[in-house]
């Protein structure tokens, strides 16, 4: 049971950071479907600094600076949706697919030729491991393994909110989502608010990728990419009603159900059950069609999402 919890709330951090960061950008117009991408590419941040990084300089500094690193790295990539959805309006849903193709493609590429140079010239994986680092991330509570990325989530969890919520900017932002020509006649740079937007959407989606790849493994594969938690963490955002309260609620349902292709072995009664392990696995994106099917006519997005602002217009 502790297991289950430990392994639920861990998921359900990934998706709430990754959902957070869909919602920031749909929030102010723009559709992001690259967060898979996104993801990826924060995690190879990150796992870089992991395996690199030396263990001596301590918890402290190793925890802050994967959090940066995967957070730069995926706001780096983010801007490639910011240019081509908001400079040169082009189709958001096609971008955020390239950029999820690109990612996996790029990172494995860049991992192989990485470890290709360290083994002078032998072909080798797409894998990086970083398990001396990873013991920094974990406090053991009797038998439960706290991890400081879910400090991590919490924190952003209530700064999303407060943004949002009870900021000028926060205002803003939604009423670029919303009617962006009435946000512009009253002296609102929706350009720029969509940026920060995209770009506050590709920090939260680069941290929930080493936070991803972390959770269960002291190695990650690249080319396996993150195995559809980016396009889950949409549908969090969805069920989620673009809320961030809602989605940390919607974050730890999907996450139960994605720890339990973990930890059903531990629990008699599905073991009973027999049926084999890639059912447990598959349950949180069955769950995911299901709810959505039942919810998603009564889900409001915002207005203006998707459409490129054309300032001549009104």
């Not at 590419?41 to 918890?59: I, Q, R, S, Y």
């Not at 349950?283 to 709810?291: M, R």
Request: net charge positive.
């Amino acid at each position: 049971m502790i297991l289950l919890l430990q392994y639920t709330l861990l998921f359900a951090s990934v998706l709430m950071l990754v959902a957070l960061g869909g919602c920031f950008a749909e929030r102010s117009g723009v559709i992001n479907i690259g967060l898979e991408g996104t993801m990826v590419v924060g995690a190879l941040g990150g796992a870089l600094v992991m395996k690199f990084l030396p263990v001596t300089l301590g918890a402290p500094v190793m925890v802050l600076t994967t959090i940066l690193v995967s957070a730069l790295f995926g706001m780096v990539f983010s801007l490639l949706l910011a240019v081509a959805a908001i400079n040169f309006k082009a189709d958001q849903t096609i971008t955020g697919t390239a950029m999820n193709m690109l990612a996996t493609a790029g990172a494995t590429v860049a991992v192989k030729a990485m470890n290709t140079l360290a083994s002078k010239g032998n072909d080798v994986s797409s894998d990086i491991s970083y398990a001396h680092s990873k013991d920094l991330f974990l406090v053991r509570l009797g038998s439960f393994e706290f991890n400081w990325f879910m400090v991590a989530a919490v924190v952003c969890l209530i700064a999303a909110y407060v943004a949002l919520y009870k900021t000028r900017f926060g205002l803003r932002l939604r009423a670029c989502g919303e009617h962006p020509q009435a946000a512009d006649s009253v002296g609102i740079n929706v350009y720029k608010m969509r940026y920060a937007g995209v770009l506050i959407s590709g920090l939260l989606a680069g941290l929930g990728g080493i936070v991803y790849i972390t959770a269960g493994v002291s190695v990650w594969k690249f080319e396996y990419g993150v195995a559809g938690f980016g396009f889950l963490a949409l549908a969090v955002m969805i069920f989620g009603a673009w809320h961030p309260l809602k989605i940390a609620l919607a974050s730890i349902l999907f996450g139960f159900f994605r720890a339990l292709g973990n930890v059903y072995s531990g629990f008699g009664f599905l073991l009973a059950l027999n049926l084999p392990s890639v059912v447990y696995n598959m349950l949180p994106y069955i769950i995911s069609l299901v709810i959505l099917a039942f919810t998603s006519k009564k889900s409001r997005a915002p207005k203006a999402e998707g459409i490129p602002y054309d300032k001549g217009s009104r």
